[in-house]
């Protein structure tokens, strides 16, 4: 059966139509002293042998809730407990980035493992974080969707990673859309909200351009891109990206920036997952 987390409800609905899988009945509750009680009497029910877990840990208290429904799976009996992870939370702390700080990406591996026998997760921040994970875990890519919502007519496109980092994603963009070419800026993050790009000489001029990169958080990356790119006399401006967490004012930000559209897909539920990635996790189910 396919268990939902409360933030993945619409694709683990997906995911159990791909599979032709049951989706069981999951109840999201909370005591009134805060904490939460997350339980999935489906699986009971359901007489379920395997227990495929699909949750995005956008929050903390989707931590816990995985958490407990991981182990509300091994209460039913279930042989097997999956846990999908389209979005992993904490993944961007894969270091110890200064003295003293933890690396967030392991501590929430270690306590994701205790309670499952394989992981799978979507294109994560960088995928050396599947090695914190005890049991397997293996990595969907949605990069390959992310062509599909762009307009059909983009004028000379390119194809622009923001950073240095995501030019592997912008690759794989521009070879799925077929035309245009592939470009990056530089980026240096100052701090959460206040991030420095250093652009290319890419010549833009009246060129439709598509800014790809795995998450839009805050939105500051994609903005600061975007900002260059207007005073360069860009064409229309897209922007694209795995993982739509647009966290605070990022969708008001980048619209204000002259964005024409945001599109991502729907491993964090929103109104910019554009595209799905339940048929990629079901081929690894
Ligand atoms: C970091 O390197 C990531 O690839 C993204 O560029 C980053 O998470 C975007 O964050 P924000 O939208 O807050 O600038």
Same mark, same amino acid.
Request: hydrophobic content about 45%; glycine content about 8%; overall charge negative.
């Given at each position: 059966?396919?268990?939902?987390?409360?933030?993945?409800?619409?694709? #683990?609905?997906?995911?159990?139509?791909?599979?032709?899988? &049951?989706?069981?009945?999951?109840?999201?509750?909370?005591?009134?002293?805060?904490?939460?009680?997350?339980?999935? &009497?489906?699986?009971? !029910?359901?007489?379920?042998?395997? +227990?495929?877990?699909?949750?995005?840990? @956008?929050?903390?208290? $989707?931590?816990?809730?995985?958490?407990?429904?991981?182990?509300? +799976?091994?209460?039913?009996?279930?042989?097997?407990?999956?846990?999908?992870?389209? =979005?992993?939370? =904490?993944?961007?702390?894969? !270091?110890?980035?200064?003295?003293?700080? %933890?690396?967030?990406?392991? $501590?929430?591996?270690?306590?994701?493992?205790?309670?499952?026998?394989?992981?799978? @997760?979507?294109?994560?921040?960088? *995928?050396?974080?599947?090695?914190?994970?005890?049991? &397997?875990?293996?990595? /969907?890519?949605?990069?390959?969707?992310? #062509? *599909? %919502?762009?307009?059909?007519?983009?004028? *000379?496109?390119?194809?622009?990673?923001?950073?240095?980092?995501?030019?592997?994603?912008?690759?794989?963009?521009?070879?799925? =859309?077929?035309?245009?070419?592939?470009?990056?800026?530089?980026? @240096?993050?100052?701090?959460? @909200?206040?991030?420095?790009?250093?652009?290319?000489?890419?010549?833009?001029?009246?060129? !439709?351009?598509?800014?790809?990169?795995?998450?839009?958080?805050?939105?500051?990356?994609?903005?600061? $891109?975007?900002?260059?790119?207007?005073?360069?006399?860009?064409?229309?401006?897209? /922007?694209?990206?795995?993982?739509?967490?647009? #966290?605070?004012?990022? =969708?008001?930000?980048?619209?204000?920036?002259?964005?024409?559209?945001?599109?991502?897909?729907?491993?964090?539920?929103?109104?910019?997952?554009?595209?799905?990635? $339940?048929?990629?996790?079901?081929?690894?189910?």
């Amino acid at each position: 059966m396919i268990v939902s987390g409360a933030a993945s409800q619409t694709l #683990a609905a997906h995911v159990a139509r791909e599979l032709g899988e &049951p989706l069981a009945s999951v109840e999201y509750d909370r005591f009134p002293d805060g904490e939460l009680l997350a339980a999935a &009497p489906g699986l009971v !029910d359901g007489d379920a042998k395997r +227990a495929v877990i699909v949750a995005a840990t @956008t929050s903390s208290d $989707a931590h816990v809730e995985l958490l407990q429904l991981q182990d509300a +799976a091994r209460q039913a009996g279930v042989d097997e407990v999956v846990t999908v992870l389209p =979005y992993m939370g =904490y993944g961007r702390q894969d !270091d110890a980035f200064d003295a003293g700080q %933890p690396i967030s990406a392991r $501590a929430v591996a270690r306590a994701i493992s205790t309670g499952t026998d394989r992981v799978v @997760t979507v294109t994560p921040h960088e *995928e050396a974080v599947c090695d914190f994970f005890e049991p &397997p875990a293996t990595v /969907v890519d949605a990069a390959h969707r992310l #062509a *599909e %919502p762009l307009p059909a007519d983009l004028t *000379e496109p390119v194809f622009l990673a923001p950073d240095a980092g995501a030019i592997d994603l912008a690759e794989t963009v521009h070879s799925t =859309y077929g035309t245009g070419e592939t470009d990056y800026f530089e980026k @240096t993050r100052h701090s959460g @909200t206040n991030v420095e790009i250093t652009p290319s000489d890419v010549d833009v001029a009246d060129r !439709d351009v598509v800014i790809v990169d795995d998450i839009i958080a805050t939105g500051s990356t994609m903005s600061e $891109a975007v900002g260059v790119l207007e005073r360069r006399g860009a064409g229309r401006v897209f /922007v694209t990206c795995v993982h739509p967490l647009l #966290a605070r004012n990022a =969708y008001s930000k980048l619209s204000r920036a002259g964005v024409d559209a945001i599109y991502g897909t729907d491993t964090i539920e929103g109104p910019a997952s554009a595209v799905s990635v $339940a048929p990629a996790i079901a081929n690894h189910l």
